[in-house]
């Protein structure tokens, strides 16, 4: 690289900065680094106290807010502002539909599908009363199997995406229609309007949205990341260490330095591409060379049942159990915490590639579409490993208790057991290290937006440098707790964007009722603080 060109990078990176939702992110991450490299017990008992508090006192309230949001989702899909555009009148989407849809998926919570696929049904299937999925009344073991899946589509299905949609409709609409900053802060523009977007509310914002997104993609790479290594143990005997992880999970994260220099359109676009068709193939062949009938028998059943105890399930807190919030706190609100913590990104990226989509479009594509992908890669993968267990086919929940790796190690010995296995390994590291590519390349075009002020495109060292600490947090919290603290980060860093959630809520009723009213009243036409019209023609 010439010295006019490195001059060039950092003069981009530096006139772009907003120097305090960057210098307080950064400060923070390289503290929270820092804090578990020097103090590593006094760090961690700090964060599994917070931890503690916050599923047994607080896990009510994770609940109740996704639930919210999934009510929301039903209602933007159903109601009268499905067809309000996010852009201007009659504008075209940036991408195609297939463009669109694997970037999302493949942005989202795709590498941690990866990750759980295998692995959640199972390990629920191998003490589901004791962890709390006796509730729904399965006494057998063919039932427990049932239940297993059915809580597994719970914690992966239309809750999950709900979360990313609320937060990008908004985003998405203000700045494709009035040229807002694409920040998560752009949601309290019905309030202070587009030219107050940097007062002291909305730096708090995005400082909350920094921390968010830093807990919940740190517990994504290093969940995928300890995948990674724990496959090279397993098939091939290549053993890392402490110091190993560190450095593998830190490069692999500023391995996508190649796809962020490439930009959307050549880098993000092309491996999701190639990460939905291995995606694909490895579903569609596990299926046919599994046991098929019992894939489609317990999945379906198990869809049934998610579908009718669906308002149970969303509302279950463990309340009349001897031990509350065990199951609950341990499973669910976690995944509802890593969500929330993963809605500042997703729902950035996704805002980014929704111009010219309809509110109903970006709802049931982000839901529905990607739900009814997710459920079959779920019942597919979850499916052949508890089939094998029962069978004594391969020996899944022994190895995953002696092996030392935590939940990290199941899929190994299922794809092991098949025909083939040896490739079928191959394959999935292949598709955990591209998944994970994908997951940092996106979350730091995140980062970037959000310490920015909302530039489209920020810069690569911009982006580097959040991967570089995302990617050093990530491997340390597996080096010192292992799943279990990546899961507490999650839950400690996604609780109060989930307040920021329901703002987005908010938001939604107010921009969307003012244009179409939901009951007769009488449009206000105006945004607080700035000189554009608020309310336009239908579409």
Sequence with gaps: MSQQQS???????????????????????????????????????????????????????YLLIMFVLVLMVFFLILGPWGNIRLGKEDEEPEFTFLSYFVMLYSAAIAAGIVFWGPTEGVVFFGDPFEQGIGYLGFPGEGDAAVGAMQYTFFHWGISAWSAYVVMAIPIAYLAYRYDAPLRISTVIAPWVGLDNLDSVWAKIIDIVAVFATIGGVATTLGLVGSQFLVGLEYA????????????????????????????????IRR??????????????????????????????EALGGYINDFINMS???????????GFVGGWTVFYWAWWFSWAPFVGLFIARISRGRTVRQVAFTGVFAATGVTIPWFATMGGTS???????????????????????????PMFEALPLGGVFMFLF????????????DSSTLALGMLTTGGAESPSTVNRVIWGALIGLLASILMVVGGVDALQAAAII????????LLVAVVAMAVLFGKRRPIFMQESDDSLPGTSVDFVESDD
């Design 7 to 61: 001059q060039g990078w950092m003069e981009k990176f530096t006139s772009e900065l907003d120097y305090v939702v960057f210098g307080i992110g950064v400060v923070v991450a390289a503290l929270a680094v820092a804090a578990f490299v020097l103090r590593e017990e006094a760090a961690s008992a700090a964060m599994w106290d917070v931890n503690d508090f916050l599923w047994t006192n607080l896990g009510w309230a």
């Design 315 to 325: 509302l279950y807190t463990e309340a009349s159990m001897v031990d509350p919030v």
């Design 271 to 300: 491996i999701s591409y190639f990460n939905m068709a291995l995606f694909a193939l490895l579903m569609v062949v596990i299926f046919f060379v599994g046991p098929t009938r019992f894939i489609m028998t317990t999945g379906t």
């Design 429 to 440: 590291l292949v598709l955990i290290t591209t998944f994970f590519i994908t997951s940092a």
């Design 493 to 500: 860093t996604g609780g109060p964007f989930g307040l920021i």
């Design 386 to 412: 508890i089939y094998m267990e029962m069978n004594n086919i391969a020996p899944i929940l022994d190895v995953y208790a002696d092996f030392g790796f935590d939940e990290a190690v199941v899929g190994f």
């Design 236 to 267: 091939y005997g290549i053993e890392l260490g402490d110091m190993g992880t560190v450095i593998t999970i830190t490069g692999l994260t500023i391995a996508f330095t190649i796809s962020v220099a490439a930009g959307i359109q050549k880098g």
